[in-house]
């Protein structure tokens, strides 16, 4: 069965260190990939996806993603975090079955940043 | 601006009660969808038009009834709600009725709570 994998529930970093979050599939196919971002009381945003073509996506505010096939992992990388950014962020997973395209989510990261 | 808005922000019910909650896009998305969260917890599918009828109802219980009275708004009409059924009411669009396959679009949401 396709499971979308996020190992770390919540995440600290301070303000102006780089960022990595994690996520794994598990998925017989290329799947489509994203990652969202919900500040508290929010709905979600798209930071990034990946469809097709190059394997390192850019996304909104400065956020960057990276499909790796070999390792069925998407994660999520960002060069210097700012304190707006602590949030949830969400890796989904578009796997099909049957004739439909579900969306599969990850349990979630919270990201928390240090002043 | 948000492109998918959600009235009202807040909600308070008593488990007699009949309300509904709206969502509204102009992004000629030809998909809408109702999606429920619980705390730390991704969203959950609910329901998903797509152009204007119902292709995906994920066995929600019928005391939830949703509505597309056309391709820009969506209802979602509650009555006889339980305490469990407290949470965040996510509306969103797409192109297409796929969710694994297009970029969603949220709105803010709706918090509902059922005394």
């Known amino acids: 069965a396709q499971s979308v994998t996020q190992p770390d529930i919540h995440i600290t970093v301070s303000e102006g260190a780089s960022l990595e979050l994690r996520c794994n599939y598990s998925?017989?196919?290329?799947?489509?990939l994203f990652w969202y971002v919900q500040s508290p009381g929010q709905g979600l945003q798209l930071l990034l996806k990946?469809?097709?073509?190059d394997t390192l996506v850019q996304g909104i505010k400065g956020f960057e993603a990276e499909f790796k096939r070999s390792q069925s992992s998407f994660n999520l990388r960002k060069p210097s975090v700012h304190w707006s950014d602590a949030a949830e962020y969400f890796c989904?997973?578009?796997?099909?079955?049957?004739?439909?395209?579900?969306?599969?989510w990850g349990a979630g990261t919270k990201l928390i940043i240090k002043p | 601006d948000t492109e998918v808005t959600q009235t009202p922000k807040h909600l308070v019910m008593g488990m007699t009660n009949k309300k509904s909650l709206k969502c509204e896009q102009h992004?000629?998305?030809?998909?809408m969808y109702w999606y429920k969260q619980k705390a730390k917890k991704p969203p959950e599918l609910m329901f998903v038009?797509?152009?204007?009828?119902?292709?995906i109802n994920e066995s929600v219980p019928s005391r939830f009834s949703p509505e597309c009275p056309n391709s820009s708004l969506l209802n979602l009409h509650l009555h006889a709600l339980q305490p469990e059924d407290s949470a965040l009411y996510l509306c969103?669009?797409?192109?297409?009725?796929?969710?694994?396959?297009?970029?969603?679009?949220f709105g803010a949401g709706s918090r509902l709570t059922v005394l």
């Open positions: 038009y797509s152009y204007e009828k119902l292709s």
């Open positions: 969103a669009s797409s192109q297409t009725g796929q969710p694994g396959a297009n970029v969603l679009t």
């Open positions: 992004m000629g998305h030809r998909a």
């Open positions: 989904a997973v578009g796997a099909s079955t049957d004739s439909n395209y579900q969306l599969i």
């Open positions: 998925y017989g196919a290329t799947p489509y």
């Open positions: 990946y469809f097709s073509g």
